[in-house]
């Protein structure tokens, strides 16, 4: 080392109002240059790197940082005067941060009502709650469990922002006292990015000709595709003769939505307007049934193995259809009014 120099040494220190060790996340941290120059000398440049690839450089030998994770970090700091001196020093696991991370990832950014979108949850360990919640919607999902792959059922149409937040009790070390420690993601303070999704809604087909044997569908624009479904076998077309038909089913999707609608005896006079309508309250977890004339119906749950696990014959469509009871999933509710049976996919 040049005599220019033979007084210089490189030291810094935490501010006074920092711990080096600190609960919670995000967690601010200060740290300052308390080097000593020979005389006349004077700082030129600093760099400070944090140990999460953060690097701040700055004239005025002070910085402050965030920590966005848990775990223990080394920071180390460079500098050189206007003599020329340079020197760095590094500070292995200056720091150390205890407390939840909230991130995942999304699997899909599109999704249909009544279907899930799926998540790829990381660096998540067990916490005592995790609550996910999707802007637009009523209610939040609740999930506690270990599972690194989560579905979120979908139940409006729209352009929506999903957000974790994540909640767990963590000790101190230094003063043994237990805190509420919380995350959430995205994180607008750390101006992480938000996750958005756009959930489609099929449109249910406007049919024309009940009353007779031939039918039509008047909104063929809606979908991307669609056919009919007779005696197993597919149709491509807009319009389709139903004589002698003791069944007849409509399959429709666009970009991200499909679904279903089946007819046990067509061509004799049902007014679709008529028909049973479903529909999917989860933040109930419900299902509401209503008919036109409030008359009793039957109700059918099916996964998708076939099984059937509710059948109720007569059920009041004045009551929910509770779903409460049963694992995460897509069912398949199936209502018969007459002779008229109406299906429709359900995630739980």
Not at 134 to 147: A, D, L, R
Not at 321 to 334: E, K, M, N, Q
Request: aromatic residues 8%.
């Amino acid at each position: 080392m040049s005599a220019q120099c033979d007084s210089f040494s490189i030291d810094f220190k935490l501010f006074d109002s920092v711990s080096n060790v600190m609960v919670c996340t995000p967690s601010a941290m200060g740290v300052e240059d308390v080097s000593s120059f020979n005389k006349g000398d004077k700082p030129k440049s600093s760099i400070w790197k944090f140990g999460d690839k953060s690097i701040h450089s700055n004239l005025n030998y002070k910085s402050t940082h965030i920590y966005a994770d848990p775990g223990k970090y080394t920071v180390t700091y460079i500098l050189e005067t206007e003599n020329g001196c340079k020197d760095s020093i590094q500070k292995v696991d200056l720091f150390s941060v205890i407390g939840p991370k909230a991130h995942f990832e999304l699997l899909s950014d599109k999704g249909c009502v009544g279907d899930s979108i799926y998540l790829k949850v990381s660096k998540l360990p067990l916490m005592e709650s995790r609550l996910f919640s999707i802007e637009g919607q009523k209610g939040s999902i609740f999930v506690n469990s270990t599972k690194e792959i989560v579905a979120l059922p979908l139940s409006s149409a729209g352009k929506h922002e999903i957000q974790l937040g994540v909640r767990q009790r963590v000790k101190d070390p230094i003063s043994g006292t237990e805190r509420d420690c919380s995350d959430s993601y995205p994180n607008k303070i750390l101006k992480e990015p938000s996750q958005t999704i756009q959930v489609s809604e099929l449109v249910s087909p406007e049919v024309q000709g009940w009353g007779s044997a031939s039918f039509t569908v008047q909104n063929p624009n809606d979908y991307t595709s669609y056919y009919w479904l007779v005696k197993g076998d597919t149709i491509r077309t807009q319009n389709i003769d139903a004589t002698g038909l003791s069944n007849l089913s409509f399959w429709a999707s666009n970009d991200t939505c499909e679904q279903s609608f089946t007819w046990d005896i067509v061509g004799i006079g049902v007014n679709p307007e008529k028909l049973p309508v479903i529909r999917y309250d989860f933040s109930q977890k419900q299902i509401h049934i209503s008919t036109v004339d409030g008359q009793s119906v039957r109700v059918e749950l099916i996964d998708l193995t076939g099984q059937v696990l509710i059948n109720k014959a007569g059920f009041n469509t004045e009551q929910p259809l509770r779903l409460s009871h049963l694992a995460h999933g897509t069912y398949i509710v199936r209502v018969t009014n007459g002779m008229q049976v109406i299906s429709q996919k359900v995630v739980r």
